[in-house]
């Protein structure tokens, strides 16, 4: 099961916009509108930030938003914050046999 | 308040075994499928095992098929994942986590338990 892909890295300025990106293949993120992604702080458990390509949960900010095309989903943070700075991972449904997978995380840093 | 509560971890030899705990509370535990999650140290997070709201249903990551097993008790609210031939690669943090409405996104997920296979 080959985790989705995601960049290491990215970083911002406070009030500035981010976009993770989220590359898998047509066996997963291409063939359902089932990716999830997630926020996690140090230390601290993961978060359900955006469902089903771009619902959010109640409860988060409309600062997060996300998109697919094709193979590759995205996550958009506008108006970055501090406590925006955590980790970001992105997960898929892929099918009866692989069933779920995560993308390898992405750490934001805010400038 | 959804509360998932996972305990077992520790140390344990190369070979050994070990049983996780996931104690829910404040939902209907009987009506949710669940899973559960690992995180090695300094790394990303990796699906490992799921189970229908009945039980009837199980899937495993084959990195730990045939040597972990999972299981509930819907009476107890509990989840389970019995871990066998533990390796130095199984070390990581554990997390139980719920699938939401049946669909495949976890939420909440519990504070983790860590478990370190090392002799």
């Known amino acids: 099961q080959s985790a989705l892909t995601q960049p290491a890295s990215v970083s911002g300025s406070p009030g500035q916009s981010i976009t993770i990106s989220c590359t898998g293949t047509s066996s997963d993120v291409g063939s359902y509108n089932l990716v999830s992604w997630y926020q996690q702080h140090p230390g601290k458990a993961p978060k359900l930030m955006i469902y089903?390509?771009?619902k959010r949960p109640s409860g988060v900010s409309n600062r997060f938003s996300g998109s697919k095309s094709g193979n590759t989903a995205s996550l958009t943070i506008s108006g970055l914050q501090a406590e925006d700075e955590a980790d970001y991972y992105c997960c898929s449904y892929a099918g009866s046999s692989t069933f779920r997978v995560f993308g390898g995380g992405t750490k934001l840093t805010v400038l | 308040e959804v509360q998932l509560v996972e305990s077992g971890g520790g140390l344990v030899q190369p070979g050994g075994s070990l049983r996780l705990s996931c104690a829910a509370s404040g939902f209907t535990f009987s009506s949710y499928e669940m899973n559960w999650v690992r995180q090695a140290p300094g790394k990303g997070l990796e699906w490992v095992s799921y189970?229908?709201?009945?039980?009837?249903?199980?899937y495993y990551a084959d990195s730990v098929k045939g040597r972990f097993t999972i299981s509930r008790d819907n009476a107890k609210n509990s989840l389970y994942l019995q871990m066998n031939s533990l390796r130095a690669e199984d070390t990581a943090v554990y997390y139980c986590?719920?699938?939401?409405?049946?669909?495949?996104?976890?939420?909440?997920w519990g504070q983790g338990t860590l478990v370190t296979v090392s002799s």
């Open positions: 189970i229908s709201s009945s039980g009837s249903t199980i």
């Open positions: 089903e390509v771009s």
């Open positions: 986590a719920r699938d939401v409405a049946a669909a495949p996104w976890f939420d909440p």
